[in-house]
């Protein structure tokens, strides 16, 4: 009986940030703020003088807003597609990190595509994209796949979130009638249960194909045209790779905040970020497999045209990026990952951290190189971001914070419902489970 | 009320507006749609002549609701045939150039303060006359002086008949010359004092020394246009093109070798090859027998022995001692002399050089006989204008006239003017100060070597008019601006010819109506010597400069000769007809003819008569000279004078090598900017001056490409960006022309450097113009 | 049906860039100043590219004019997401400003990098803007544009002929550039013509392509330099 209700008090830890909020969250939400107004300034600016106010020139036509929509689109794996891996998976661990993945999908995509949208000439005629739709164009592949996604992600949120939110509505807090609405009656009737289970695990299914399709086209905005070092038949994966890997990353630095901000210790335990690690440990090794593949190949190629490109990365003018991005995808996060010792929140972190710092220069690096370097003389014309794109990027991140740090306010960031039913059902079913698969346990 | 340039700019809108979208235009599509077609207006074809420089091409200016939009070459018209360079396309720039001087100007503040306010023309030609009077009655008409530069046809006579009448002798003619001319080597072989016609197009090989033919040979177009039929105009026959020149100009990249040369080495190099040819026995026996004077030992009259070219040659210039001299190795020498003797007909062309060095060159055509023959030296027949009817002076202009010029009247050989001796003079005040000076067509504070001294010269100048439609670096310095007309808004004659040898007379009419409030220079002076009255008004008895045309062109339907351009077929019959001693124009009366004229775009007589030997040898033997009787002193044969470099080498390592591009050869085309982007295409340069390095050169003075440098002479020095050119001789830097004017318009205005202000003052005794090629300079980071 | 495309004889190629500034006065092509320029944002529909290799003084120099390619297998087209961009049925790369949506995907896709993009709203000083070509449109900021083989010329050449109640002749339609080379180095007219001018060039020995082996088929061919 008391360890029930000490249990509950225990959840309501979970119910705080929701219904209390410090000064502390005010700041931080300034201070986003001021920097998302500088963003704002910036964009405006450009509308109105054209993309002049940027680094870019013929024939580097693409930079840091095309890198943002790799990078971002990239981050947006973290969540849907690694949840719903673990829930089909049904890895027990996964109940009390699964929503703050997903947030981050559905948050991030807007960023991913925003860049896109920022990075037209007239965006004022975005609308022709649906009017003269083209569909060879792997840009339209992208719309397609994003929008798709977006969708699924959103209701695969959605979907566990519903006993939440009638968790919320019940406890008469404020906004009732916001939670009222969204709860769609959920009175937690077995049969209502079981209809959620079978839509989750329904979306679970769908979203892993067309998450990884999403990454897989956006690698085909490169591969499908036939400019060096980027026609190559193995972008595709390579991309979803690093997507994961950027994806999983990006989960681990959130749930480390979330746990240190709302004190969740007891909900983000060392062993998820454990786990969480060594997922991250094989993506690190996948990723340096891809790469190391896409080099070699090319170097054995030996085009000339390639080759320029190659050397650029290797030791010429983008070798700092280039060596900056081996750096962090790999030299730093391998010996972290690597060991149990190491493997602790916050060595995870810092292993994340330095692998979306590395992701985002392998980006920069696929993009901003290639257009260096056309295959007719041209004279030469060095990128360089200018204020305005840097603003815009730094807006854009300070952006999704902000709405993460929102969703935090409004929804439990743990799924309650989740928990509890782990702690309730879970040992049976393991058990059984385990049984199902094991000889000789059992037998009383 | 004042103002100063820039509100005055401001005033007509001078500030680039956004232009309105749409408005007149198809606005977004593009193509435009079918319905849209036939654009707003009526579209007119104005046939005129091109005044971008001096190649005289026939253009069709594209004319809807008054405003020109486009320029195409003139099919009819021999010297371009429909085709166009691309300073003729950027014409309209140079016409609706935003900074042009819209009224006459009056000097408000310090001279070259670039402060002005607009007048009326009847208050400035006022003035102007005024002036004159004064100087006519203090009896000093021979303090007005005029400057001009480069422009064609009757301006020229009209401008020395207003001087006559006036009464000064001083139109001083600042062209080019110091470039070194071929008229020099000409003159000196064949005593002629015109340009004469390289028949490009006939040759089979061109040894080209120095002349950047591709670049910006001084009649554009007619290079251009040569090249490609000398190339493949030929079935089954190429020409072989080899360029000799210290930097790989875009010549040296087109020709079929490249050969550099120790900058000022190429009449040592020419001789050598001359050497090598009579060595051989490789030359025209029968033309040197029948057509020249010199090649052999001879004795004067007066009993004293000669030394003949042949002897001089083939002990002076062994091929081991001009290697040395031009480092350029012996086979090489052996293998030109070869090439150059035994494809025929060959040519050989240098014309930026001093003109012994530009008579060594020529002389390669006297050995191979190339001279007054297909693919070889023309001298073309002159189009037979009427001149103007002869008139009488009054006493005070007949003083005037007879002082000596204000250049000394050392005329020298070349019967050249000497904008050098006149700047020295009129500050020494020996033999006088000029008072007045008129600037026409010329730009010296920006065009002249070492510019500095007409400058200083300019300060000691009381009053100074500019006839200038552009505000350039020397009208900035006037006291009055009275602004001409530009080519496209004026009528106009141009006789030249063409490479071939025809005579051509091409007719530049108004394609539109004047923009602003300019008008045409030859009007205004008719307009002063009426105001001038008395015998100088009696002397120009015309309403207006098109009727000095008019009057001068009846010499043309008089003179029976050739006809209205015509389409190609044309003139083969035409041709024909005047072998056959027929003529048969197709007009029967004069205005049939003047109507025609304007209609065609010009007259020309598509004959070139072989063997008029006393048109083609003015020389005292009337023969080619190889020992030029032209000369007094003790030099006739052509010889090498190694130019001393005037600085020490140590502290100045490099051979300065000015150089000149196809996009802003002189110094008008600054503020086009359609010229300034393509300016140094083969280094991606534009809108700036560049300084050429050699790689390695550059490496040891640890310089890399696109680094800021100075580069220093004794005389001054200019900073600008360095490129590293393959295409540069290790110990010669090279620097193009055409930008770092002090004043002009929005896109030349303090854009990039004049090389000019590196170089000294040095004249050349023959020519008394500043010799050019002998300035070292060094460089060093900024 | 024709089958537009163009020669040029490197052999004759003078280098002189009229070609260039005829395509620049044609087509209403904005004027970038000193510093854009600089920044690498010139626009040439029409450019000589240079090739200098080698070191002094063994030095192989050449350039090459690169209009459009009008390839028959565009790269380009295939890429942009709203037909902005097409392959007409003569063979024409147009374009289609006023659609584009400026996402530059065509400009990385061309492996001739011929296209080129508006980064700035084209302005002309009031004093010039009445001399601008009435037949072309001007182009916004945003947008990208290229070498349309003078298509309008094509266009009023069509109606000339309709209104003369004749055929289009090989000479009603040459492009501007063709129009004013001086040494006669361009060639211009139908390549499903067999006896065009174009065709028996693009059949000479000496004739080829750019970056053949990419199979892009591009529409204009060069004759080499040299015998
Ligand atoms: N920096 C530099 N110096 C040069 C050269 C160069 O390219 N760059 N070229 C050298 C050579 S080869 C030569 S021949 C000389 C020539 O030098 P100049 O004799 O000065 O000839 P431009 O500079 O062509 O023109 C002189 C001025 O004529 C004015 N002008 C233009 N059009 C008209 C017109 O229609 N009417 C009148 N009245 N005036 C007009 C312009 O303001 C121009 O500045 O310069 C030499 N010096
Ligand atoms: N738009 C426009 N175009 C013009 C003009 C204009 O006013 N406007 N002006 C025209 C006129 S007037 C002229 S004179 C021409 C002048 O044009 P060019 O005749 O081309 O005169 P430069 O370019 O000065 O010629 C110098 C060349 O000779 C080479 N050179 C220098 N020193 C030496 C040497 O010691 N030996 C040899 N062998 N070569 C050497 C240099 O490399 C350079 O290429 O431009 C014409 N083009
Ligand atoms: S060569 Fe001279 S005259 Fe002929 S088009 Fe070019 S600029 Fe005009
Ligand atoms: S116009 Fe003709 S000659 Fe001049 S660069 Fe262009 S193609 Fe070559
Ligand atoms: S050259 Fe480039 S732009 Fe032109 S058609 Fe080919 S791919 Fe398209
Ligand atoms: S930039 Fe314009 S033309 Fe090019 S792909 Fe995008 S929409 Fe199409
Ligand atoms: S064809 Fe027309 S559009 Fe294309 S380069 Fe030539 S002039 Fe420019
Ligand atoms: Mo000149």
């Known amino acids: 009986m008391e360890n029930l209700d000490l249990k509950r008090e225990e959840d309501a830890i979970l119910f705080d940030p929701v219904e209390r909020t410090g000064k502390f969250f005010y700041l931080t939400l300034s201070i986003l703020i001021g920097i998302i107004l500088l963003a704002i300034y910036a964009y405006q600016f450009q509308y109105r003088e054209g993309l002049g106010v940027t680094g870019l020139a013929r024939p580097i036509f693409w930079g840091v807003y095309i890198t943002n929509f790799v990078f971002f689109i990239g981050i947006s794996h973290a969540g849907t597609l690694i949840s719903a891996i673990l829930r089909l998976a049904k890895a027990e661990w996964r109940r009390s990190i699964t929503r703050s993945a997903e947030v981050i999908t559905v948050l991030v995509l807007f960023f991913g595509v925003g860049n896109i949208l920022m990075d037209l000439g007239r965006p004022d005629r975005m609308l022709n994209i649906i009017k003269y739709s083209q569909f060879q164009s792997p840009l339209l592949w992208d719309v397609s796949s994003i929008t798709v996604y977006l969708t699924a992600s959103s209701i695969y949120l959605y979907l566990p979130l519903i006993p939440d939110i009638a968790l919320l509505r019940d406890r008469n807090t404020k906004r009732k009638r916001l939670y009222q609405i969204l709860a769609l009656g959920w009175k937690g009737t077995e049969r209502q249960h079981r209809l959620l289970e079978k839509a989750i695990s329904f979306m679970a299914i769908l979203v892993i194909p067309v998450a990884v399709s999403v990454h897989t086209v956006v690698s085909f905005v490169f591969a499908m045209t036939i400019q060096p070092m980027w026609h190559s038949a193995i972008f595709g994966p390579y991309f979803v790779a690093g997507a994961i890997f950027s994806g999983i990353a990006a989960l681990i630095v959130a749930m480390y905040i979330i746990r240190k901000v709302y004190h969740l210790e007891e909900y983000l335990k060392p062993v998820h970020f454990n786990n969480l690690g060594i997922l991250l440990l094989v993506m690190t090794l996948l990723w340096f497999y891809f790469t190391f593949t896409e080099y070699l190949t090319t170097y054995y190629g030996g085009e000339p045209i390639h080759m320029t490109i190659f050397w650029m990365k290797f030791t010429g003018r983008f070798a700092p990026y280039f060596w900056g991005m081996f750096l962090f995808c790999f030299v730093i996060p391998l010996p972290i990952l690597s060991f149990k010792k190491t493997r602790t929140p916050l060595g995870t972190l810092i292993a994340s951290l330095s692998v979306i710092i590395g992701m985002w220069l392998e980006r920069y690096v696929i993009v901003v190189p290639t257009l260096t370097n056309p295959r007719l003389p041209n004279e030469a014309v060095i990128y360089f971001p200018t204020w305005i794109e840097w603003s815009i990027f730094a807006g854009c991140i300070s952006f999704f914070i902000l709405l993460y740090m929102v969703f935090t306010k409004l929804f439990p960031i743990v799924s309650i419902w989740e928990v509890r039913e782990g702690r309730e059902k879970s040992m049976a079913e393991v058990r059984e489970r385990i049984k199902a698969y094991l000889p000789g346990i059992g037998v009383e | 009320m004042k103002l100063s340039r820039r509100d005055f700019l401001k005033m007509g809108g001078g500030a680039g507006v956004a232009i309105a979208l749409g408005g007149g235009f198809l606005k977004w599509t593009q193509p435009p749609p079918p319905s849209k077609l036939l654009p707003p207006g009526v579209e007119r074809w104005v046939p005129t002549v091109c005044g971008q420089c001096l190649g005289g091409c026939g253009i069709l200016v594209r004319v809807i609701d008054g405003w020109a939009t486009n320029i195409i070459g003139n099919p009819l018209h021999p010297v371009n045939r429909g085709t166009l360079c691309p300073k003729g396309i950027a014409g309209i720039q140079g016409l609706y150039d935003p900074d042009r001087i819209r009224s006459p100007l009056k000097r408000v503040g310090k001279r070259g303060e670039g402060r002005w306010e607009p007048i009326s023309w009847k208050d400035a030609i006022q003035e102007v006359s005024n002036l004159l009077k004064e100087l006519r009655k203090k009896g000093e008409p021979h303090r007005l002086v005029v400057l001009g530069g480069r422009y064609r046809g009757l301006m020229r006579s009209l401008w020395e008949r207003f001087l006559n009448a006036y009464g000064s002798p001083n139109y001083i003619d600042n062209q080019f010359r110091w470039d070194g001319m071929p008229m020099e080597g000409v003159f000196l072989t064949q005593g002629i004092h015109t340009i004469p016609a390289y028949d490009f197009e006939n040759a089979q090989y061109i040894l080209s020394f120095g002349s950047p033919l591709l670049d910006s040979f001084w009649l554009p177009i007619h290079a251009l246009k040569a090249f490609g039929h000398f190339r493949r105009g030929r079935p089954g026959q190429r020409g072989k093109l080899v360029q000799v020149e210290p930097r790989l100009s875009i010549t040296g990249i087109k020709a079929d070798e490249w050969i550099p040369i120790q900058p000022g080495t190429e009449g040592i190099l020419a001789l050598g090859i001359a050497h090598m040819i009579i060595k051989e026995g490789l030359y025209d026996k029968e033309f040197i027998a029948q057509n020249t004077f010199g090649f052999e030992n001879w004795v004067d009259s007066n009993g004293k022995r000669h030394l003949g070219f042949r002897e001089y040659v083939i002990s002076e210039f062994p091929p081991n001692r001009v290697s040395d001299k031009t480092g350029i190795p012996i086979d090489t020498i052996i293998r030109l002399s070869r090439e150059f003797a035994t494809n025929q007909p060959s040519l050989a062309i240098g014309f930026r050089d001093r003109p012994f060095h530009q008579m060594a060159v020529g002389v390669l055509n006297g050995l191979v006989g190339s001279i007054d023959r297909p693919g070889g030296i023309l001298i073309p027949k002159s189009v037979p204008l009427n001149h103007l009817p002869s008139f009488s002076k009054d006493s005070i202009g007949q003083k005037g006239l007879e002082k000596v010029r204000i250049d000394e009247n050392h005329s020298g050989p070349f019967l050249m003017d000497h904008p050098y001796l006149f700047a020295k003079n009129s500050l020494s005040g020996k033999p006088y100060r000029a008072e007045v000076l008129f600037l026409y067509y010329t730009n010296p504070l920006f065009s002249n070597p070492h510019p500095e001294i007409f400058q200083k010269a300019f300060d000691q100048i009381p009053k100074i008019i500019s006839f200038s439609p552009y505000m350039d670096d020397t009208t900035q310095y006037a006291d009055l601006i009275l602004p001409d007309h530009t080519p496209l808004e004026r009528w106009q004659d141009d006789p030249l010819f063409l490479n071939n040898g025809f005579p051509v007379l091409g007719i530049r009419q108004p394609a539109i109506n004047p923009v602003y409030q300019t008008r045409a220079t030859g009007d205004v002076l008719i307009d002063l010597a009426r105001i001038l009255g008395g015998e100088v008004e009696k002397a120009f008895p015309w309403k207006d400069f098109k009727e000095v045309i008019l009057y001068s062109l009846k010499g043309i339907f008089e003179a029976r000769r050739g006809d209205v351009f015509g389409l190609e077929f044309d003139e083969a019959w035409t041709r024909m007809l005047q072998k056959g001693g027929w003529w048969d124009p197709s007009y029967k009366s004069f205005e049939e003819f003047w109507n025609l004229l304007q209609e065609k775009g010009g007259w020309w007589d598509p004959i070139y008569d072989f063997g008029e030997r006393e048109r083609i040898f003015k020389t005292p033997s009337k023969k080619f000279e190889f020992f030029s009787q032209s000369l007094k002193g003790d030099l006739h044969l052509p010889h090498w004078e190694e130019s001393k470099k005037e600085d020490d080498e140590k502290a100045y390592p490099f051979h300065l090598n000015i150089f000149k591009t196809m996009a802003l050869g002189g110094g008008r085309n600054a503020n086009q900017p359609w010229l300034q982007e393509i300016a140094g295409h083969h280094l991606y340069e534009k809108w700036r001056t560049w300084i050429e390095i050699n790689p390695k050169t550059a490496k040891g003075l640890g310089i890399s490409d696109e680094d800021l440098v100075w580069i220093e002479s004794p005389h001054g020095k200019i900073k600008a960006k360095a490129r590293l050119y393959q295409g540069t001789m290790p110990q010669v830097v090279n620097i193009p022309f055409g930008n770092g004017h002090l004043s002009g318009g929005r896109w030349s205005k303090n854009i990039g450097e004049n090389p000019y202000r590196l170089l000294g003052l040095k004249l050349d005794p023959l020519t008394a113009q500043p010799i050019q090629g002998i300035t070292r300079v060094k460089i060093y980071k900024a | ?227």
């Not at chain 3, 492009?175 to 060639?187: E, N, T």
């Open chain 3, 1 to 227: 049906m024709h089958r537009w495309g163009m020669v040029i004889d490197l052999d004759k190629c003078t280098a002189c860039q009229a070609c260039v500034v005829a395509c620049h006065a044609e087509n209403n092509i904005a004027l970038i100043g000193p510093e854009e320029s600089m920044k690498g944002r010139t626009i040439h529909w029409i450019e000589l590219i240079p090739y200098i290799e080698g070191e002094y003084p063994n030095i192989k120099a050449r350039f090459i004019p690169r209009p459009c390619m009008h390839c028959d297998h565009p790269p380009c087209i295939k890429v942009c997401p709203v037909y902005a961009t097409y392959l007409n049925e003569e063979g024409i790369v147009a374009q289609i400003n006023y659609r584009c949506i400026g996402c530059r995907y065509c400009t990385t896709a061309c492996p001739y990098t011929v296209k080129y993009f508006n980064w700035h709203q084209p302005r002309w000083p009031e004093e010039m803007k009445g001399s601008l070509n009435r037949d072309v449109s001007l182009r916004t900021k945003g947008v990208v544009e290229k070498c349309t083989f003078c298509h309008h010329r094509l266009l009023r050449a069509r109606e000339k002929a309709r209104i003369e109640g004749r055929d289009l002749l090989p000479e009603d339609y040459i492009p501007a550039c063709v129009q004013a080379c001086p040494s006669g180095a361009m060639f211009f007219g139908d390549l499903n013509d067999p006896f065009s001018t174009v065709s028996k060039l693009s059949r000479e020995r000496r004739a080829f392509r750019l970056m053949e082996d990419l199979g892009t088929e591009p529409k204009v061919y060069y004759l080499s330099e040299g015998a």
